[in-house]
């Protein structure tokens, strides 16, 4: 006992002063002997950064945002030599795939979040956070302006400055409503944790509130009509699971209003899940269609009031209906933030959507400003407005003319650089030029050809058309903020040893490649424990055992073991207890 009392005394000593450097320790176990050896580490040798201090020599860093793209990026930074500043209105990050779950009750908000201290703590990168809100970006002093996201921060007007030497914009974006009237006021939103709670309240309202007995049939039915506006991902699943909630777990609670509910999902075009294969929807549909869901396609919103909601219907030779309502999910797009228009008005992007940014994710006119994720898309550099340099930096022997030789050999970075000459070259089943001219001039062309500066041109005339916007994902974001975290995590080494393709405006290569999206297949939950799943090489899946493909994909892509051990945790108490009904 009394060799122990000396080892906790030890051991407490060590704990208490961990600047101490090496501490040796020898007792007795059990009659025989036991020595160990401790070296402890100062903070500096364990590369953990105080907040508070900031070494002048690195490069700041500031990233606005932490959703996908912005904790994809701090979650892959590892070059030490930055000195990192997060500002952000929320401390955590949410793994948005599962609102839809938490709306109802299958999942619990606390499971699918990650405060961003955590998540950046154990980092080999000086890594700061500040719960503040970014709403002016000021591009020609490299200065952002916060202010305190805290409501009882007596300061919380006050503005906080900072500058920048990198700045990495990654703010999401916000819910679409089309100016239409009456939707910010009345409707709910599927961005956020709180809107995911706020319906979840809404729901159980909607039902204790159907409940009182001093109501007409006719109130019962309003009050329990649940509208879902937009035909997406997002609002099938949350219409899917809405009503996986209510006749799997509600209507043993309120078995006397169960004839009164009723489910509507609002879709302006054609069909549901347009981004999916047609086969997926064509079963999407018929599935809504048992189950009871009211699909209604061809009806664009025109008008929101507290009480219903006015739909024009587009098949009908534009007449307009209206129905009564007790909850309305809007999940139709994505709309821009103020502080990215006034940022676009800046820099001369006004006109545009979202920030452009080029295939390196820097945002045009702006080379210290990275943007990523739903608030930017990449602006991909059309062909034909590099053509007579492409055509210069081929031709090596500048003879004014360009042999299939002189083409092959740089058709890689052709390819790397505008990515639409390769998708074309794909799709056409085409290897050289000698194949782009054949299908320009439609006769047989030798591969010892030589082409002039116009039929160059025509033959490259429609490789242009193969280009497309990226999808604003999460899988896109994530990637992007990935693709970002490793440049700068070289960016110091391909300054000296460029990697990327030829430049040909200029000369000498690219420091990096550009971003490429890999497209790993989407997922559209659809209830009944059913999922339909389309995935690469045009394989579609549909079923129950794709539901377990999704459990299993989801699980893996959540942020820490903490959220894939509660997740996992909240699936196997809905299977045994079934969903949480309560509003708290």
Same mark, same amino acid.
């Given at each position: ?62 990233? @606005? ?11 892959? @930074? ?20 599962? @609102? ?485």
């Amino acid at each position: 006992m009394k060799e122990m009392a000396v080892f906790q005394r030890f051991s407490r000593t060590f704990r208490e002063n961990p600047s101490l450097a090496k501490m040796l320790v020898v007792f007795t176990v059990s009659g025989g002997s036991l020595m160990a050896y401790s070296e402890a580490k100062s903070e500096n040798e364990m590369n953990i950064v105080k907040p508070t201090e900031t070494d002048s020599k690195k490069k700041r860093v500031v990233v @606005l945002g932490t959703g996908w793209a912005g904790t994809s990026f701090l979650k892959n @930074l590892k070059n030490s030599s930055y000195d990192v500043q997060v500002i952000s209105p929320r401390n955590y990050f949410a793994f948005t795939p599962l @609102l839809p779950s938490v709306t109802c009750g299958t999942v619990e908000p606390r499971s699918i979040v990650e405060p961003i201290r955590n998540i950046v703590r154990k980092k080999n990168v000086a890594v700061h956070y500040w719960e503040a809100e970014c709403f002016k970006i000021d591009a020609e002093n490299k200065k952002v302006y916060c202010r305190s996201n805290l409501t009882n921060n007596p300061n919380e007007k006050e503005e906080i400055v900072v500058d920048y030497d990198y700045l990495v914009i990654a703010m999401g974006a916000r819910p679409n409503t089309f100016n239409i009237p009456g939707v910010a006021e009345n409707c709910h939103f599927l961005k956020e944790i709180e809107d995911a709670q706020k319906i979840r309240r809404t729901i159980i309202d909607c039902f204790e509130r159907a409940s009182l007995p001093n109501l007409s049939e006719e109130e019962r039915k309003k009050i329990l009509h649940f509208v879902v506006v937009g035909g997406g991902p997002t609002g099938v699943e949350f219409a899917a699971e809405l009503h996986d909630y209510v006749n799997e777990d509600l209507v043993k609670l309120y078995p006397k209003v169960k004839d009164a509910v009723k489910i509507t999902l609002l879709e302006a075009t054609d069909h549901i899940l347009n981004m999916f294969d047609k086969r997926i929807t064509a079963f999407a549909e018929e599935k809504f269609q048992r189950d009871g869901i009211d699909v209604k396609t061809g009806a664009m919103v025109v008008k929101v009031s507290d009480k219903d909601i006015s739909t024009k219907e587009l098949k009908n030779g534009g007449s307009v209906s209206t129905m009564p309502y007790g909850m309305v999910v809007w999940s139709t797009g994505i709309g821009t933030r103020p502080v990215i228009m006034d940022f676009m008005k800046q820099i001369g992007q006004a006109n545009r959507r979202v920030l452009a940014t080029d295939e390196w994710l820097r945002v045009e006119g702006c080379d210290s400003i990275y943007a990523l994720g739903d608030c930017a898309t990449i602006n991909q550099r059309k062909v034909m407005e590099d053509v007579w340099a492409i055509f210069r930096k081929a031709d090596k022997d500048n003879s004014g003319t360009l042999t299939v030789k002189e083409f092959q050999e740089v058709l890689d970075d052709i390819c790397e650089r505008y990515p639409q000459v390769g998708l074309f070259l794909k799709n056409k089943q085409m290897h050289s030029l000698a194949d782009l001219l054949k299908a320009s001039k439609g006769d047989a062309v030798k591969e010892s050809v030589e082409v002039n500066l116009e039929e160059f041109k025509s033959a490259l005339s429609q490789v242009d058309s193969q280009m497309k916007n990226l999808p604003a994902t999460a899988q896109v974001a994530a990637q992007q903020g990935s693709y970002l975290a490793d440049c700068f995590n070289r960016m110091e080494e391909c300054e000296n040893n460029p990697e990327g393709p030829l430049r040909f405006r200029g000369e000498g290569r690219h420091r990096f490649r550009p971003f490429r999206y890999k497209h790993f297949g989407q997922f559209a939950p659809l209830g009944g424990e059913q999922t339909a799943a389309q995935l690469p090489g045009d394989w579609v899946s549909i079923g129950h055992s794709t539901q377990w493909l999704w459990y299993s994909v989801y699980a893996s892509k959540l942020v820490s073991w903490r959220t894939r051990a509660l997740v996992v945790s909240d699936w196997g108490r809905r299977f045994i207890f079934g969903r949480d009904s309560s509003c708290i």
